[in-house]
């Protein structure tokens, strides 16, 4: 009897041929606590014939937690053009294939893109084995309105580069998802509190599923405040969400903090004491306004 959904049913019937052909899957793995692993996550690792994985270590040390050995080749972002000949070739001969990142669910924020991009393209079969990611585990706990989000990723390391693409989402009315590399949240947050406005509420998300999880929520001045006094904020992963700005939203902005400090100069305030005094309004470091006010002017050349 063939099961409706059972992968074995492809091989049956008349388009049999198609059994030569193998498969793409696309395995979610835990982000920190192994229990979170599905049983059919664990089928497919054992099932396939090579795994496509970011870090043939991370997934080494998950193999041997579940009693596993499988053959592994790593793909990661700068191998996975060049891989991928070969990866689209064990798949037309019938292999099948599970890529694997260091945590979580593939292709966000992580490889994988191309190769399955390319198996699609192929006539290959992708299958998606859904699970954990830190996306929908920081949405779950934050606390903020997320009917409607959206995922950024990791924003760029340059602080301009970064400013530059916050300003680009001033007005998001949705939910914002980051990633952020520990040692730059103090940063990132600061920058944060003075483009959306030091009132908009945020949540900093650590460590998320592991023995030290932790959960902040407040403001961004409140949160860009404590991580830069707080050293555990400066260790492990995190994901931030951002909430979206309310519609009729009157909340101070970069471009509020600059004008700001032109009214003051022009009032014949020198620019130090502009700045300190609009660090103080804004409820701000001043080193954040200053960048701000230096940025505005390179604009403006």
């Known amino acids: 009897m063939i099961i409706v959904g059972d992968p074995s049913s492809a091989t049956k019937g008349p388009n049999a ?19 979170d692993l599905s049983p059919r996550a664990r089928d497919s690792l054992a099932g396939a014939d090579l795994l496509a994985v970011e870090d043939t270590r991370r997934t080494g040390a998950l193999l041997s937690a579940l009693g596993l050995q499988k053959p592994m080749v790593s793909l990661h972002t700068h191998n996975e053009r060049a891989r991928g000949d070969e990866l689209i070739r064990r798949l037309q001969e019938g292999a099948v294939i599970a ?6 669910t593939p292709l966000l924020s992580d490889p994988g893109f191309d190769l399955v991009r390319r198996a699609a393209a192929a006539g290959i079969t992708v ?119 309310e519609a009729g939203s009157q909340s101070k902005t970069a471009d509020d903090a600059v004008a700001r400090v032109r009214e003051y100069e022009a009032a014949g305030m020198d620019r130090k004491g502009a700045i300190a005094t609009v660090a103080d309004e804004f409820d701000l470091p001043k080193k954040i306004v200053y960048a701000a006010v230096v940025d505005a002017n390179k604009m403006s050349r």
């Open 17 to 35: 041929a198609a059994a030569s052909i193998g498969r793409l899957e696309v395995v979610a793995t835990p982000i920190g606590n192994l229990a």
């Open 99 to 104: 890529i694997v990142s260091d945590a979580g």
């Open 127 to 245: 299958r998606g084995i859904p699970g954990p990611t830190a996306i929908a585990a920081a949405l779950s706990v934050a606390a903020i309105p997320a009917e409607r989000f959206c995922f950024e990723g990791f924003l760029p390391a340059r602080a301009g580069e970064r400013r530059t693409r916050l300003s680009t989402l001033v007005h998001e009315a949705r939910a914002m998802v980051f990633f952020e590399a520990p040692h730059r949240i103090s940063e990132t947050l600061a920058d944060m509190a003075l483009i959306f406005g030091p009132e908009r509420e945020a949540a900093v998300t650590r460590e998320l599923t592991k023995i030290y999880e932790s959960v902040y929520r407040g403001t961004l001045a409140n949160l860009a405040e404590r991580s830069a006094r707080e050293p555990d904020w400066q260790r492990g992963e995190i994901t931030l969400v951002i909430a979206g700005v």
